[in-house]
């Protein structure tokens, strides 16, 4: 079985840094694309940032210039380097996969974390 778990939550200044972690344990061949998506009550989830196999990324209108994201492939880990925050990036940030193989031919789809709460807030 196949888990995300994040780390380096936390709470933050207006203007602040902050990085994430997610690494994805169990029985892995490969995964396509890794990211973060980010909730607030009442509103829907919304992509943060993602990143595949060989690099290529899609980010959020909203977080574009001031956050970026990396990925270690050996270790199956993603990270979300979050600069220049402000209030309204508060959140409970969830890393996500769209795509793991547990084998060359089996595998799964859409794996969520259980999140770690971002506060940014003075």
């Known amino acids: 079985q196949v888990q995300l778990v994040e780390s380096g939550g936390g709470l933050v200044q207006p203007g602040g840094s902050l990085r994430l972690s997610c690494t994805a344990s169990?029985?892995?061949?490969?995964?396509?694309?890794m990211g973060w998506y980010r909730q607030t009550p009442g509103k829907e989830r919304e992509l943060v940032a993602q990143i595949d196999s060989n690099g290529v990324t899609n980010f959020g209108d909203s977080v574009k210039g001031r956050f970026a994201i990396s990925r270690d492939n050996a270790a199956w880990t993603v990270y979300l380097q979050m600069n220049n925050l402000l209030p309204e990036d508060t959140a409970v940030y969830y890393c996500h996969s769209d795509r793991i193989w547990y084998t060359d031919y089996d595998g799964g789809y859409d794996f969520w974390g259980h999140g770690t709460q971002v506060t940014v807030s003075s």
């Open positions: 169990g029985q892995i061949f490969s995964i396509r694309f």
